[in-house]
């Protein structure tokens, strides 16, 4: 169990620009969770994945963002002509199980910076 | 809609204080509950949770009650570490859907002095 991975630890970029993020979950999770953090607030969720498919989506998530879990393993999330609302930092949580026995494990995600 | 009322910090505490962190909640249905906590530098981890009225979550030393009458899971330790410094996170997931969907506070930063 090598815990959830995500990369990069730190991106900076121009209004405009787009920009991927990744992440891997611990093996064998099979949901993944995207969630942003901006400063002095608690996490929001954004989108989830049971294997390949996206089952959830918060309305957070503008049509700038999207993101795929290919074969159920990584996962990316891109977002497209950045504004710099998006400066926040990006976390990722996967999880096994269902239920009340579903217990989730973060990563130390990836913080952008839109200048 | 549904939300999470953390008390605002940041919180100090002399080694062996007591620590209560307040949580209410506000959501339809029947919500789990959730404490997370965040060390410096590190991800997220859970550290304890109730997922009906009148559980009570308890590790490494920190327990919570779920209130239903109350809407409240305040978070309480007899006696801090410094270790125990970190953010700690009021969350509640409405089951029926996934338990990952979470929706948190704000946060409440704790320091711990020797």
């Known amino acids: 169990d090598t815990g959830v991975s995500q990369n990069p630890r730190h991106k900076i970029t121009k209004r405009g620009q787009n920009v991927t993020f990744r992440c891997d979950p611990i093996?064998?999770?099979?949901?993944l969770y995207w969630y942003r953090q901006t400063l002095g607030q608690g996490p929001e969720f954004l989108t989830y994945?049971?294997?390949?498919?996206?089952?959830?989506k918060s309305r957070l998530l503008s049509d700038r963002f999207s993101a795929e879990r290919p074969k159920g393993s990584f996962s990316t999330l891109e977002i497209q002509r950045t504004e710099q609302g998006d400066s926040a930092m990006y976390l990722c949580?996967?999880?096994?199980?269902?239920?009340?026995?579903?217990?989730?494990?973060f990563g130390s995600g990836t913080q952008l910076s839109v200048l | 809609g549904d939300s999470v009322t953390q008390m605002e910090g940041p919180v100090t505490l002399s080694e062996e204080a007591f620590l209560t962190i307040n949580c209410t909640y506000t959501?339809?249905?029947?919500?789990?509950l959730f404490w997370y906590v965040q060390y410096p530098g590190e991800g997220l981890q859970l550290l304890l949770k109730?997922?009906?009225?009148?559980d009570k979550g308890s590790n490494k030393g920190f327990e919570a009650t779920y209130r239903k009458e109350t809407t409240s899971f305040h978070l309480e330790k007899g006696s801090v570490q410094v270790s125990d410094s970190a953010v700690y996170f009021c969350?509640?997931?409405?089951?029926?859907?996934?338990?990952?969907?979470?929706?948190f506070g704000k946060g409440t930063k704790l320091s711990v002095k020797p």
């Open positions: 109730a997922t009906k009225a009148d």
């Open positions: 093996s064998e999770h099979n949901r």
């Open positions: 949580a996967s999880s096994l199980g269902d239920g009340p026995t579903e217990k989730l494990f």
């Open positions: 969350a509640l997931s409405i089951y029926g859907g996934s338990q990952g969907n979470l929706i």
């Open positions: 959501a339809t249905g029947y919500p789990s």
């Open positions: 994945f049971q294997n390949e498919a996206q089952l959830e």
